[in-house]
């Protein structure tokens, strides 16, 4: 009996709910809850793959110029060349000296610049495999067989140094182009990106402006130069470069009167003189960014010697010899020497003569430059290269360094006194100061002191030391 009347109103409250959910009203409501529940699973939906879409656009493109970055390239890569269905070439594209058109135009006019390139690079593969690896360094995936007598090359060239006319400003630009060509079913990035790159470098290295095809004989050339180059780079982005100050001597007072900067290196606790790492660099067309960092450097050292009395008639500065080609350097001098309130005429630019007959013209230039703007100009390793003799008979420099390979040992050496004697009579008749570098013992120093040079410089005196150690021994006492 108590199940049967169980049953029965369980029967009952079923009926009535099944009579309130036929309910117009009822009916209504729950549609429209259907109806929300169905439209805020799109929105979510809708929003999930906006905030991805957004991620992968944040991810794989690059901010300023739209295109696709190196990451994308990387993990699409194989895919991407997949997709040609047919043999491809990578073509790893620098701008030549981008970073004189940042410091000479600004960031905001450098920018522009990018974006328009990128624009003509999209312009010039119909597929639409361009990318931006980092800063002034692009790639573009084409087929091989369009470019079998070069006919892309011209194409790409063409296109991408036609002036660019920006905000009132018309900048004309040279590229740098390394091809590889991939001939692998598979191809691994890093050595497809790796060859190409060397590839690059070396039309760099022949004088930039032109493509280089990857071959093994640039393989053979590059083994040891591309670690040495990956060594530099860590170098510079972890700040194992810094400076040293070696006093250079009155030879008449025996007064420090000036100091040179001298590059040093501080890798795996060990500090060394980077010069096969500087002859790399030139090959890599890197030692551009070592000579910035050894001009800012120096002229910052300048700036705190003078702040706390050191008193200096000059400063030496190394720089490369191909710095000659690069036509917005002396503007970046003055720029820097007007950040750091230095007076030209107290900086010396040193650099090694060229030993080509080609080069004079350029470098007399270079030099005429220099000495417009209030630079004083030196001369390394005078009388061992190619034009010496025209360079005093044209009075284009201020001092010359005989190289100290005329001088160690000299007190024993007739015919290297006889040639440094020569050297510094020649430089008196063009009124040229001399400074006379490797000076180690008092024997050579007795012979050269009677040839009298105007300077004097070598570990008999001095061994170069750190900003820290020039301010302790030669500040004045009231600083």
Do not use: C
């Not at 018309?170 to 190409?196: A, F, W």
């Not at 008196?428 to 040079?453: Q, S």
């Amino acid at each position: 009996m108590a199940l049967f009347t169980h049953n029965y109103l369980a029967s009952t409250h079923v009926a009535q709910l099944i009579e309130i959910l036929a309910q117009p009203w009822v009916v209504l409501i729950m549609s429209l809850a259907i109806v929300m529940i169905a439209i805020w699973f799109l929105v979510y939906i809708r929003y999930k793959r906006k905030t991805f879409s957004l991620y992968e656009n944040m991810l794989y493109n690059d901010e300023l110029t739209g295109l696709k970055n190196s990451l994308y390239l990387k993990q699409n890569f194989n895919n991407i060349v997949l997709s040609f269905d047919n043999a491809v070439s990578l073509y790893y594209i620098n701008i030549d000296n981008f970073k004189n058109y940042n410091d000479i135009f600004g960031h905001h006019l450098a920018n522009i610049l990018l974006k328009t390139f990128a624009e003509r690079l999209l312009n010039v593969t119909k597929y639409s495999a361009a990318y931006r690896v980092h800063s002034d360094h692009f790639l573009i995936i084409n087929r091989t067989s369009e470019d079998k007598e070069f006919d892309f090359r011209d194409k790409l060239f063409n296109t991408l140094e036609q002036p660019y006319f920006i905000d009132k400003h018309e900048m004309k630009l040279t590229i740098s182009v390394g091809r590889y060509d991939i001939t692998q079913v598979t191809p691994h990035y890093d050595d497809t990106i790796l060859k190409s790159e060397l590839a690059l470098q070396e039309a760099k290295r022949l004088g930039k402006d032109q493509m280089l095809v990857y071959s093994e004989n640039i393989k053979n050339r590059f083994a040891k130069a591309f670690e040495t180059f990956a060594l530099i780079k860590e170098a510079l982005e972890n700040d194992y470069f810094f400076l040293e100050y070696q006093p250079i001597i009155d030879a008449k007072t025996l007064r420090p009167v000036g100091l040179e900067a001298l590059l040093r290196i501080d890798y795996k606790n060990k500090t060394y003189t980077p010069i096969e790492l500087l002859e790399y660099a030139e090959q890599f067309f890197i030692i551009d960014d070592i000579d910035l960092f050894v001009i800012d450097e120096s002229l910052k050292a300048m700036k705190t010697f003078k702040q706390m009395g050191v008193e200096l008639e000059f400063l030496s500065i190394n720089i490369s010899a191909s710095e000659m080609r690069n036509k917005y350097f002396v503007e970046l001098l003055v720029n820097q020497t007007t950040k750091y309130d230095i007076d030209p005429e107290t900086i010396v630019i040193e650099f090694t003569e060229t030993h080509s007959p080609e080069t004079v013209e350029l470098e007399a230039k270079f030099v005429k430059d220099l000495r417009d703007n209030g630079f004083k100009v030196a001369m390394d390793d005078f009388g061992s290269g190619y034009a010496a003799l025209i360079r005093l008979s044209q009075n284009i420099i201020d001092k010359v360094k005989i190289d100290k390979s005329f001088v160690i040992d000299i007190a024993q050496n007739k015919q290297n006194q006889e040639i440094v004697k020569t050297m510094i009579s020649l430089a008196k008749v063009f009124n040229l100061d001399t400074i006379v570098e490797g000076v180690e013992n008092v024997e050579d120093y007795e012979v050269i002191k009677l040839l009298e040079p105007t300077y004097l410089q070598g570990f008999l005196y001095h061994k170069p030391y750190t900003k820290e150690k020039i301010i302790e021994m030669f500040a004045t006492p009231n600083n």
